[in-house]
């Protein structure tokens, strides 16, 4: 039976390859923020992962507003990252974990998500961001993925309660996979930030800390409200939330949080990095 680790979450903001690309991981700018994977690194390396389901959002590189799935997700054999207007390096390419995509699809639509299924798929910074966070200087990233994108790019998108519900039924269909994988569940994106409009600049630390204090033990409390009071709290890129909500109801009902840094800001955005353990079924200590 495969294992289910513990949930990565993290902001994905483009700025931070740039910072990583320059080096600048111990600038007084960048320090705060870099310094919050400190732990993360060592969970991984204890952690040991070897597929990671990965709930982000597509920024207009692979989907556009012309075509945009509310789930959609990867079945490719790999997944190549192109650079869709940052002016950032372009990133490694993924491998994917074909066949357990396959089993999740399978699952998913058995349990009524009618998920748009990617044969080919490029991916954005959203992924890619986060792989250079936890796996700094990599040669060759150690984790398949299966990536899973969630529309919070245009209206309408889904509620928090159905992202909640839709990282359970990963988590079922995670949980029923046979395989021996070893998987972390990441969820980028967020906190709080607005990058365009009226209320550009927007960020809403009392809202960040509330939903920090609330993912790990009470994430239904998050699922109750509705994709536009997060917009209004968080603001109109802040509902990347949803991806978080999502990946936290793939760990299942008990966690323990390992990790949190919260900093403001990076860019536009309250940067968050959140670490939570699984504690249900086989966990770290009876797998290391
Ligand atoms: C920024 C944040 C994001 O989540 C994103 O996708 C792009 C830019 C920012 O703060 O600059
Ligand atoms: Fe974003």
């Known amino acids: 039976m495969a294992t289910i680790l513990g949930g990565i979450f993290t902001s994905h903001v483009p700025a931070i390859g740039n910072a990583i690309a320059k080096g600048l991981q111990h600038d007084p700018y960048w320090e705060p923020f870099f310094a919050g994977y400190g732990p993360v690194h060592d969970w991984l390396h204890v952690a040991r992962p070897d597929v990671a389901v990965v709930f982000y959002n597509d920024h ?69 961001i986060p792989f250079e966070l936890c796996w700094p200087g990599a040669e060759k990233w150690p984790v398949r993925i299966v990536p899973i994108a969630i529309n919070t790019v245009q209206h309408p998108m889904p509620s928090p309660r159905r992202c909640l519900d839709l990282g359970r039924s990963v988590g079922r269909a995670l949980a029923s996979w046979t395989g021996p994988e070893r998987i972390v569940v990441l969820g980028t994106g967020g906190l709080s930030h607005q990058l365009d409009g009226a209320r550009a600049g927007f960020l809403n630390p009392d809202y960040d800390r509330y939903c920090l204090d609330h993912l790990g033990d009470h994430p239904d409390v998050l699922a109750a409200q509705s994709a536009l009071d997060i917009v209004e709290l968080a603001g109109s890129q802040g509902v990347e939330l949803l991806n978080w909500i999502a990946a936290r109801g793939a760990l299942g009902d008990h966690v323990v949080e390992i990790t949190r840094n919260y900093h403001i800001p990076i860019s536009n955005t309250a940067a968050a990095t959140m670490l939570l353990e699984c504690r249900e079924g086989a966990n770290l200590k009876q797998a290391a």
């Open 60 to 128: 207009g590189l692979n989907f556009f507003l012309d075509k945009m799935p509310t789930f959609a997700i990867g079945a490719a054999a790999e997944y190549r990252n192109s650079d869709e207007g940052w002016g950032l390096p372009l990133f490694k390419s993924f491998e994917g974990a074909r066949a357990l995509s396959g089993h999740l699809v399978e699952a998913l639509v058995a349990d009524s998500f009618d998920m748009t299924v990617c044969q080919e798929m490029l991916v954005d910074h959203a992924l890619a």
